[in-house]
């Protein structure tokens, strides 16, 4: 069953999975501190198509980038998680939702990045 919701020439992409580190000391409250939990994951990534992809966030216009990932279940992902592939770093907004009987999870995730000309 697995087999037909995520063949492996779905996954084309590689996404490197991190989760926060909680932070000690009371002067590092806020500095947030990635640590890496598995490079090289075979995910799928697909771009949602654009609709009123600009919102304010206060005060300063933002544009997102939603997207679609899909990969392997796995039970050590959690929402307050992100992906990244390449450049592009991924905080996941939604899921993870099991597809089947443990045949995949997918995630609802956007990047962010100032809107505008970046000139």
Known sequence: ???????????DK?????????????DDAGS???????NDVPASVTDI???????????INMA????????????????????VMGDRVMTIVSGPAELGRRG?????VEDYRPAGNGA
């Open 32 to 38: 947030q501190e990635w640590g890496t939990v598995e």
């Open 104 to 108: 995949g999870l997918e995630f609802m």
């Open 64 to 83: 997102t980038r939603p997207a679609r990932v899909r990969m392997r279940y796995r039970d050590d992902v959690a929402p307050n998680m992100r992906f």
């Open 1 to 11: 069953m697995a087999s037909s919701l995520l063949r492996a020439g779905d996954l």
């Open 14 to 26: 590689r996404i490197r999975i991190e989760r926060p580190i909680a932070e000690e000391g009371f």
């Open 49 to 59: 198509l654009p609709s009123r992809g600009e919102k304010l966030a206060n005060g």
